[in-house]
């Protein structure tokens, strides 16, 4: 008897607590690459958002607002930049010249550690430019595009028009867009340093070796972030900050009143009290010659002499103060003034006013005294003009550097 064929096995279904399991693997599976796949879209989206960020809102974004007007981000970059690359010229012009010294305190301002004193610096000089730049209207002050283009091309050489011989004796004129003058307690003027800016050539170039200079200089600027249009601002800013420096200091005096005066001076009160009973007993010029000669009672005091000086220059000597200053331009001449001490309360005056005498300022004291009258000006426009500093320290560029 044949053996009937066998029914063919069908495949066992799955178990629930199978495909349970298969389910849930599916699903974490599912979840990790969906986890996966939002880390590196929220990767790329801050990448990209950071990019945004960097190139298109952090430099519109204003770091100082003068008046109405914003200074942008961008723009403190640039300047920035062009300090430091002032500052490495100026190295490199030191080194040449071997003051070591000098080059190395430029090296140290250009570290990054360093980077936001010169940060600050460009700051303060960019709202005062703006502050100049919004007062040359009311001053009659404008610089027409013929004008800056003729600037521009007369510091690099190139004269259109011919310029008027002068005395042998006489310097040739040279432009340098200066900085911002900025008072000093310092009675020592300051000393003018090299700038990236082209100086005039003794033998004039042609028009088309200006083209080649100027489009030299252009390829300077845009390695800092300036465009054409960025450079020739700035040259036209430095135009407007002279003129309108000219004029405010054009109202400066050459003459003005100026003491002569001398004191007996000590650094505490009972060596003062001695100085004061001598001076009622044996008058000024008595004690005044004993503590030259040094045979007075006590040897802790000095006496000193000052030559001529204006009022705005004593103003400024902090070891003084106003009382003393004020002592000095009214006590009448020849006579003393009392124990004074100064706004500290560790130095102790007794004076006498030797003369005063309106006379012609020599001439670092005149532009000291100009240097005093801008800074007066500019404190007063900028406290009109309600400037407002914003955040700037984490913006400040460490380039270009040394080297490089």
């Known amino acids: 008897m044949s053996k009937s064929p066998q029914t063919p096995q069908l495949p066992r279904e799955l178990s629930r607590k ?9 699903r974490k599976t599912r979840i990790l690459l969906l986890a996966v796949g939002g880390a590196l879209a929220l990767a790329i989206l801050l990448i990209g ?25 961008r723009a403190f970059w640039q ?34 550690e360093n980077a936001a004193s010169i940060g600050s610096q460009v700051i303060e000089q960019m709202v005062d430019e703006e502050v100049y730049r919004q007062a040359a209207p009311e001053l009659g ?24 011989p002068q005395p042998a004796d006489t310097p040739a004129p040279t432009f340098t867009p200066s900085p911002t003058i900025t008072a ?36 300077d600027f845009s390695a800092l972030g300036f465009s054409e249009a960025d450079f020739r601002h700035w040259w036209e800013t430095q135009l407007i900050v002279q003129e309108v420096q000219d004029i405010i200091q054009s109202d400066v005096p050459t003459r003005t009143e100026q003491a002569q005066f001398r004191y007996i001076g000590a650094e505490t009160p009972p ?3 001695v100085v004061q009973q001598a001076v009622a007993k044996d008058g000024f010029e008595t004690v005044y010659g004993q503590v ?43 006579s003393t003034f009392g124990v004074i001490t100064n706004t500290a309360n560790a130095l102790y005056y007794i004076g006498q006013v030797v003369n005063r005498e309106v006379r012609d300022l020599d001439p670092d004291a005149l532009q000291r005294l100009k ?34």
């Open 141 to 164: 002050v404008t610089v027409t595009a013929d004008e800056l283009d003729r600037s521009i091309e007369e510091a690099f050489g190139y004269f259109s028009v011919t310029p008027t």
């Open 79 to 112: 300047r920035v930049r062009l300090e430091r690359e002032q500052l490495i010229n100026q190295y490199d012009f030191y080194v040449n010249l071997g003051l070591s010294d000098n080059a190395n305190q430029i090296a140290s301002a250009l570290i990054p």
């Open 271 to 273: 060596a003062i009290d």
């Open 184 to 219: 000093s307690a310092s009675l020592t003027p300051t000393t003018p340093t090299p700038t990236l800016t082209p100086q005039p050539t003794p033998t004039p170039v042609t028009f088309e070796g200006y083209q080649t200079l100027y489009r030299e200089r252009l390829n």
């Open 18 to 26: 199978y495909l349970s399991r298969a389910e849930r693997e599916a």
């Open 371 to 404: 240097s005093k009258t801008l800074q007066d000006w500019l404190s007063e426009r900028r406290t009109r003009l309600n400037v407002q500093v914003l955040r700037w320290e984490d913006r400040v560029p460490a380039d270009p550097t040394l080297g490089q």
């Open 292 to 334: 030259l000669s040094q045979t007075f009672t006590i040897t802790n005091v000095t006496a000193i002499e000052y030559p001529y000086l204006a009022k705005f220059d004593l103003d400024t000597l902090p070891q003084f103060g106003q009382e003393f200053t004020d002592a000095v331009f009214t006590t009448p001449i020849s």
């Open 49 to 73: 958002f950071g990019i945004f960020r960097d190139n298109v809102l952090l430099p519109n974004e204003p770091v100082a607002i003068v008046g109405d007007q914003q200074i942008m981000t």
